[in-house]
């Protein structure tokens, strides 16, 4: 066999591979967007299709859920009132001010707290009401919810934030500080106007995270003594009482219920989710 | 003639990686001096060092003195964003801020307390005509800087540090990313402001080095290997590394 036959029938074999791995690739692929459009199929029959014979929304619902969606985003929305302007602060801090073996020790934390599972900020809720339980003062329930969100979502904040601030061109701080600015003028006038931007965008990506921890509400408002349950958070009882009394099951009308909320859900963060994206584009990040 | 920019025994090192090695230089007031030098001899962290820039990458160490106007600007008590306005580096692309024309050029004035509008347009018509701008965006200030062409950006960008009023410039690689005909425009400018200001530029061409230059500075491996007129030193290179550079036995 010649070497040219030799290099003829490699490359054949190459390409053959080459082939394959890229049917395994697309098959994975449309696999993953199979399972994406059954998940979403799946709640949107369980959620909606008994109402249209019904013909209109389960008094249930508005009942339980309208009033609960409400105090639910308007305690997340307390979450990320409380976070934000720590996570931008220290973002700020560790992006452009820590040195930078400090910043690369912050980012690392950063990222490790993220991942905290839910269950874990659960149970210093539990923790916190019980001895709110016992000694009979100290914040709301509502305020105990929102400030354990923030400490929840404010690692996951600082992270998409440094993401934005890394984005800024090395180039353009070099600019201003050539021009005689100072650090200070620097990230006043180039690095936040910049920014901007894809800081609205983290926000957007940070409540679209607190509206999913919904699990640490609903453990803590099951945990809470019912004396502390009237302030800001008493819509939220019943649907954690759907969920603690098992009576959502298969085929009641609290079960679509249940599944209503979800898409509801589901839709506000893909939303969320499309606009920060949008907002991450205006900042010429990607 | 009097010295603006004095250097005495400057060396740079990031981390273990010796930038420049013990470098004396004098820079006349008022004159244009081009550094010379392939690629890594130390151009960039030269102009880098004479306005203190250096000093924002990590894990640099620069010893020595470098004198602007008889006063050490790596002295404890001074002021490195008055060093960086007297002293102005044009970076080697042009990086015109995400701002309008008279935004960009508004930047540093604003930043040093001008605030009144017919004050900055005054700056920026003054400012633009030292460059030859003037007369191409008058009409165009309000147009986003970044949509302008290379040569009409890197002439913006020598703009931008002209309204902060510096007493000398320093431009890296003066014809970076230019075609021909911008790099004379921008050559032009540079024989404009020679006079008014102390200019320093690296360049890797000899012929923009002859045309604009009355000093040549020729850096190999970050050592200063010769000093002197342009005339000289094209003419009569006392190093024979030198010879070898300009004559492009070596690049």
């Not at chain 1, 959620?47 to 639910?72: D, R």
């Not at chain 2, 402001?193 to 200019?199: F, N, R, S």
Request: charged fraction near 20%.
């Amino acid at each position: 066999m010649t070497s040219f036959e030799l290099d003829s029938k490699c490359g054949r074999d190459t390409a053959v591979v080459e082939r394959n791995v890229e049917r395994f690739l697309f098959l994975s692929t449309f696999l993953t967007a199979v399972v994406a459009v059954a998940f979403l199929g799946l709640f949107f029959k369980e959620a909606f299709v008994p109402f249209l014979f019904v013909g209109s929304l389960n008094a249930l619902f508005k009942l339980y859920m309208l009033p609960w969606i409400f105090a639910w985003l308007a305690i997340s929305f307390k979450a990320l009132i409380i976070a934000f302007p720590f996570a931008l602060f220290s973002a700020l801090y560790i992006s452009e001010i820590a040195p930078e073996r400090l910043s690369k020790v912050f980012r690392f934390l950063f990222r490790l707290f993220e991942a905290t599972p839910t269950v874990i900020v659960a149970g210093i809720g539990v923790a916190l009401v019980a001895v709110r339980g016992r000694v009979g003062a100290g914040p709301t329930l509502a305020g105990v919810i929102a400030v354990l969100l923030a400490v929840s979502v404010y690692p996951a904040l600082v992270c998409y934030l440094l993401d934005r601030f890394t984005v800024v061109p090395k180039s353009f701080k070099m600019a201003s500080y050539a021009l005689g600015a100072s650090r200070w003028q620097t990230i006043k006038s180039t690095i936040l106007p910049l920014v901007s931007p894809g800081a609205a965008a983290a926000a957007l990506m940070g409540f679209r995270r607190i509206l999913g921890e919904i699990i640490v509400a609903l453990v803590v408002i099951q945990t809470a003594d019912s004396r502390f349950l009237q302030e800001g958070i008493s819509q939220m009882v019943p649907l954690s009482m759907v969920f603690g009394s098992e009576s959502a099951v298969s085929g009641t009308i609290l079960y679509h219920d249940v599944f209503i909320l979800g898409f509801l859900m589901l839709l506000l963060s893909y939303l969320l989710n499309h606009f920060a994206q949008r907002l991450i584009r205006a900042q010429g990040g990607e | 003639m009097a010295i603006k920019l004095d250097v005495r025994g400057l060396s740079v090192h990031y981390g273990t990686l010796r930038a420049l090695d013990h470098v004396n230089l004098t820079i006349p007031t008022g004159s244009a001096t081009a550094l010379i030098g392939p690629t890594g001899a130390g151009k960039s962290s030269l102009l880098r060092a004479l306005c203190r820039m250096n000093e924002l990458w990590e894990g640099v160490t620069t010893l020595g003195q470098v004198l602007l106007d008889d006063e050490n600007i790596y002295s404890r008590h001074i002021d490195v964003s008055h060093i960086r306005r007297r002293v102005s580096l044009i970076p080697r692309r042009p990086v015109p801020f995400p701002l309008s024309v008279f935004d960009n050029i508004a930047y540093g004035p604003r930043i040093h307390g001008v605030k009144g509008r017919t004050e900055l347009a005054n700056i920026i018509k003054k400012s633009l005509e030292k460059v030859g701008l003037w007369k191409e965006l008058k009409d165009r200030l309000e147009q986003r800087a970044i949509d302008l062409s290379p040569g009409q950006k890197q002439r913006l960008c020598v703009a931008r540090a002209l309204a902060v009023e510096p007493e000398a410039l320093l431009i890296d690689d003066l014809a970076s990313g230019l075609d021909s005909a911008a790099t004379a425009r921008m050559e032009d400018v540079l024989l404009n402001l020679k006079g008014d200001y102390t200019i320093v530029f690296a360049t890797h061409t000899m012929q923009q080095a002859g045309r604009v230059s009355d000093h040549v500075a020729y850096l190999s491996e970050g050592a200063l290997i010769e000093h002197g007129d342009t005339a000289d030193v094209f003419s009569r290179p006392k190093d024979h590394r030198t010879e070898d550079y300009i004559t492009g036995r070596f690049s």
